[in-house]
């Protein structure tokens, strides 16, 4: 029995990674009807003795707006149509700046984020890095950037039960994402690195110097030109 135990262990890594990846795979076309992260917050308010109500709606790449496009990647990810869902360099400098002291900086791409909000859990430990690098590699592998950006778009937390650009449109703006102008995009991609300490619909200070730096970042990576470098390449 022994014997067997580690060819039962490999039978059981290798079914997981299969079934992981067609998973992954079969997500690239239907939309994600819930997150774990969505899972985890619904699971924090019933133990507080509350019950959340999440919001989320989802938009297709079509009706999200290039401004919200482009305020995300100049706030979180400049590099994305470049990389392969790892920005090494950011990595490197995160870690110097983490052995220093002083507070944690982190480097996570938009496809280590989807990775992280759509299949995992919060918190820091060895295998939850080591299954967010196996998921945010399908999901370069088998998804296009554009592919990427939209659930990305349609995932990403915007506030207490708040999920997805449809919900955070009409929660702080009182329109649909379609509508989003430049400065109210900006404001929401401002608010991402924590969406429960600021307020896009009623921005601070901070928010606002913040969401001014992100349109000046966009017009340096090109405008709405950049999004064309998401497009999937074919060939001939």
Excluded: C
């Excluded at 349609?154 to 207490?160: K, Q, R, T, Y």
């Amino acid at each position: 029995m022994l014997r067997s135990l580690p060819r039962r262990l490999l039978k059981l890594l290798l079914w997981l990674m299969l079934s992981s990846a067609l998973l992954v795979l079969a997500l690239r076309w239907l939309p994600p009807p819930a997150t774990a992260l969505m899972l985890e917050r619904k699971i924090e308010s019933w133990s507080s003795g509350q019950s959340l109500s999440l919001k989320r709606q989802w938009r297709p790449w079509q009706e999200l707006p290039d401004s919200l496009k482009m305020a995300v990647i100049a706030g979180e990810d400049q590099k994305f149509a470049e990389h392969w869902g790892f920005d090494v360099q950011a990595i490197r400098a995160a870690l110097a700046h983490n052995q220093s002291g002083g507070s944690l900086r982190g480097a996570s791409t938009l496809s280590q984020q989807v990775a992280k909000n759509l299949f995992l859990w919060s918190g820091r430990s060895w295998l939850r890095k080591g299954l967010e690098a196996w998921f945010t590699s399908l999901i370069e592998l088998l998804w296009s950037k554009e592919r990427i950006l939209e659930v990305y778009l349609n995932s990403v937390e915007w506030g207490d039960g708040i999920f997805g650009a449809e919900a955070a449109a009409q929660h702080h703006f009182g329109i649909g994402a379609p509508y989003l102008n430049t400065q109210q995009a900006s404001q929401l991609a401002a608010v991402l690195p924590n969406p429960h300490r600021w307020s896009a619909g009623r921005p601070d200070a901070y928010v606002q110097r913040r969401a001014g730096w992100i349109r000046q970042q966009i017009r340096q990576l090109g405008g709405s030109d950049y999004l064309n470098r998401l497009k999937p390449q074919t060939s001939g």
